[in-house]
């Protein structure tokens, strides 16, 4: 069946601009959640939803950052005025519920200039 | 704070040996753990995990060991093969101030997994 998908596969943006993430859970799947993988790093935690409702958004690194799903699918990470330091890959996973498996779409990989 | 890490950041082997990755973590209110493998320009990809009411769980060829009293986490490939070659990633779920987890995962920074046929 259809895993997690996301888009773009890559973007490159000028510093300052917006830009917005997309990610296709896998049908079905309640819990969605965003990481951040800096080049060479493990991933960080940003923003879980169970639902369309977001009980932690601690790993957002500032307020340019937010995030929505509607529908119980479909999610979009905005990130405003984009900084260099904004360049990362972007990874979304979903799963069936919270604290079952979690599976992860290829990423969006995002480069600031 | 708290966090996950890897004793070894790189690791060369020949096919057909076994290899063992190894992790610590700190949380001692983790109660999940994953291992993932990440094949370059892919998204991680679960290979085994374990709840912290066990200590050792077996899956095909690979193999995660639990030791909660020195909270270590290690994962063994028998027979390694040349697709396996990724970097590896363990990550733990950390339970929250109410005793629950929902999935929040830490992860560990990874170890380069590279086999020489």
Redesign the interface.
């Known amino acids: 069946g259809a895993g997690v998908s996301q888009s773009p596969s890559n973007k490159v943006t000028e510093k300052g601009k917006d830009v917005e993430l997309r990610c296709d859970p896998i049908s079905g799947h309640t819990a969605l959640y965003w990481y951040r993988q800096s080049l060479g790093q493990g991933l960080e935690f940003l923003i879980y939803f169970q639902g369309n409702s977001a009980p932690d958004k601690s790993g957002l690194p500032s307020d340019r950052f937010s995030a929505e799903r509607t529908g119980g699918s479909v999610s979009t990470l905005t990130i405003q005025r984009t900084q260099q330091e904004d360049s990362a890959v972007y990874l979304c996973a979903s799963s069936l519920s919270e604290n079952y498996e979690q599976y992860f779409g290829p990423g969006t990989r995002l480069t600031v200039t | 704070g708290e966090s996950?890490g890897l004793h070894l950041p790189t690791l060369s082997v020949q096919e057909g040996d076994n290899s063992i990755i190894n992790c610590a973590y700190s949380n001692s209110a983790s109660d999940?753990f994953?291992w993932?493998k990440q094949e370059s320009?892919?998204?991680?990809?679960?290979i085994i995990?374990i709840r912290s009411n066990m200590d050792k769980r077996q899956g095909q060829r690979v193999t995660v060991l639990l030791n909660k009293t020195v909270k270590h986490l290690s994962l063994q490939i028998a027979a390694t093969q040349p697709g396996d070659s990724a970097v590896y990633?363990c990550?733990e779920?950390p339970a929250n101030a109410g005793g629950t987890?929902?999935?929040?995962?830490?992860?560990?920074?990874?170890t380069i997994l590279t086999v020489h046929p």
């Open positions: 996950v999940y994953i993932y320009g892919k998204g991680p990809q679960f995990d990633f990550a779920n987890s929902y999935g929040k995962l830490t992860f560990g920074q990874g």
